[in-house]
């Protein structure tokens, strides 16, 4: 974990995310306890044994920031919709409010949630299983907004800016959408999560939400969209958050042209409780965990006791909207004491199957191998 001093000496070395293990006992205003990977621009956790609602609260859900966080005056805040747009836009807060708003549950992840489970190691921030969260996200559509500009036919990207800047060798972090993605009925600039006002730490007053895709995609403190026929060409949308095309061996580095946007997620799920290596009473034991798949919809989730060898179904036992991920229990009963390795594996609308194994990546992004928990049953 990095202090503000050490912070800022990462920042003038270029580093903002060296590894190391998070820490626990900070807590930060509005929040819960969470694992604390940085606490100065706060990179928070959610610890697993949380994930037991399907809404993920406010005051539980993981923070990740790449530069400190600004502070956005409600009364002199605009929305700037700039570029390709025959009508540009100067919104205030209130004029945002009085579009047609819309309720949109979806799940948010970090490309780089679980990244500490990849070997051999990678810099980047070592998240375990908590860099994702479930949240009710409302506010007014992108695509409103974007006819309400006139946008021209020829802008095929909507290059979005927050009131964060880029500080000594970090720099500003501003994403591009695809048209496409951007006029989806689901692309909204939340001004709510879960009926409050945005809290300030998650982008407050209004951050971009990009249904099913990674979380580097949802700009916080969005101020500024640029519709261009060209995507933006800085540090965060050119060089980070890209995935290699083709399969790169564990340690190997692919040619920058073969690094690809990341966009929808892959398909996962991953034990809530009971805690790995948790010791449990003979007798019935409730397994829960959760289960998303970016763009498609989960279709099963299946445990193993076994190493693999049978699969039983667990139940989906919440709400099932697209986008959102879905909680399932299932109700284990060891046949005998002792230690026992269980396996979650979720399958998605498109067929896709959590992997054994998580493909190594540079950056480690998208670890989505099927989940693996230790339980000793005692005797
Ligand atoms: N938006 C801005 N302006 N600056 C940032 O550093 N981080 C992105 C995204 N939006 C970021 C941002 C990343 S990498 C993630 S994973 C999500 O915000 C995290 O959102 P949260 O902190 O609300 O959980």
Redesign the pocket.
């Known amino acids: 974990m990095l202090n503000r001093r050490q912070w800022l000496k990462a920042w003038s070395a270029g580093l903002t995310a060296l590894p190391g293990a998070a820490q626990s006992g900070l807590v930060f205003p509005g929040k819960r306890s969470m694992l604390v990977h940085n606490d100065f621009p706060e990179d928070l956790e959610t610890p697993v044994e949380y994930f037991d609602t399907w809404i993920t609260p406010n005051a539980s859900?993981?923070?990740?920031?790449?530069?400190p966080r600004p502070k956005v005056d409600a009364g002199s805040y605009r929305l700037e919709v700039a570029g390709m747009a025959a009508s540009p836009l100067k919104l205030s807060l209130d004029e945002m409010r009085k579009l047609p708003q819309y309720k949109v549950p979806a799940t948010?992840e970090?490309a780089g949630n679980g990244r500490s489970n990849f070997r051999p190691r990678m810099p980047g921030l070592q998240w375990k299983k908590g860099?994702i969260?479930n949240a009710v996200w409302s506010g007014p559509r992108v695509a409103d907004l974007l006819k309400k500009a006139a946008v021209s036919a020829n802008a095929k990207y909507g290059n979005f800016d927050?009131a964060?800047a880029g500080v000594a060798k970090t720099p500003d972090?501003v994403r591009s959408i695809p048209m496409g993605k951007l006029m989806h009925e689901a692309t909204i600039l939340a001004l709510e999560m879960n009926g409050e006002p945005l809290p300030e730490?998650?982008?407050f007053p209004a951050?971009l939400i990009v249904p099913g895709w990674d979380?580097?995609s949802?700009?916080?403190?969005v101020n500024k969209i640029t519709l261009s026929g060209q995507p933006d060409g800085g540090f965060y949308f050119a060089t980070a958050y890209r995935y290699p095309s083709r399969p790169v061996s564990p340690g190997g580095t692919p040619k920058p042209e073969e690094m690809e946007v990341i966009e929808g997620m892959a398909v996962k799920s991953f034990f809530a409780r009971p805690d790995d290596e948790a010791k449990v009473k003979p007798g019935l034991v409730k397994l829960q965990g959760v289960a998303w798949a970016g763009e498609q919809r989960i279709v099963r989730v299946d445990i193993s006791s076994d190493g693999g060898g049978k699969w039983m179904p667990a139940k989906l036992a919440s709400e099932d909207f697209p986008f959102a991920w879905r909680l399932w229990t299932f109700d284990w009963r060891p046949g005998r004491p002792g230690r026992h390795i269980l396996m979650s594996r979720a399958t998605d609308s498109a067929g896709r199957v959590q992997p054994v194994e998580s493909a190594w990546n540079p950056s480690g992004y998208l670890w989505n191998a099927i989940d693996r928990i230790a339980v000793v049953v005692e005797g």
């Open positions: 859900f993981f923070v990740r920031q790449h530069l948010l970090c860099a969260g927050g964060d972090f730490i998650h982008g951050r979380g580097a949802w700009v916080k403190w």
